[in-house]
């Protein structure tokens, strides 16, 4: 709540007056603007008084009687599930049930077959194809790659070997010149 100057109560401080407190990243009441600052605020204490234009409050047991404006009607959800297994939870559909014939949409003046969401996660022949698509890229880039290095094995071999022999002969020169 607030109180009638506008300032957050703050839960922990036991006063029903204002107080000034340092307020750090984390603490309710207060957003960081730079990293590691803090600031000191002020705020009301948290006990209930005269003073307060707002207080917030939720209600955690409903007694016999119903609370008239609050608890007397049902209000119907206005928005239904986005996301693909949302619906398909809400409507108890199987793996192979189309999805989209199922979409909450609502009724507008302006639109006669009225709104929906756009459905996420749903798997559509397009996602499966672009899917595969990659796999395939990745598995030729890892065929090249093997390739290459097969390749570079096997040059690499044929140089050293030609090394070798380099030496080899350079090495019968040598002695040759000795043996003279």
Request: proline share 5%; glycine share 6%.
């Amino acid at each position: 709540g607030n109180d009638k100057q506008g300032f957050p109560m703050k839960q922990g401080v036991l006063c029903n007056h204002r107080v000034r407190l340092l307020f750090k990243k984390g603490m309710s009441c207060y957003r960081e603007r730079r990293k590691g600052c803090r600031k000191r605020k002020s705020v009301r204490g948290c006990v209930v008084g005269p003073d307060l234009s707002v207080m917030s409050l939720i209600i955690i047991k409903k007694g016999p009687e119903e609370l008239p404006g609050l608890t007397d009607n049902q209000m119907p959800r206005r928005l239904g599930p986005k996301r693909a297994s949302n619906i398909r939870k809400l409507f108890n559909l199987e793996k192979q049930d189309d999805v989209r014939k199922f979409v909450v949409r609502r009724v507008t003046e302006k639109k006669p077959q009225g709104k929906a969401p756009k459905i996420q996660r749903l798997i559509t022949p397009r996602l499966l194809q672009r899917k595969r698509f990659f796999k395939s890229q990745i598995r030729k880039r890892m065929e090249l790659s093997k390739k290459l290095k097969q390749d570079y094995a096997k040059r690499h071999a044929e140089y050293k070997q030609e090394q070798k022999e380099l030496r080899a002969s350079e090495v019968a020169k040598k002695k040759k010149k000795e043996h003279k």
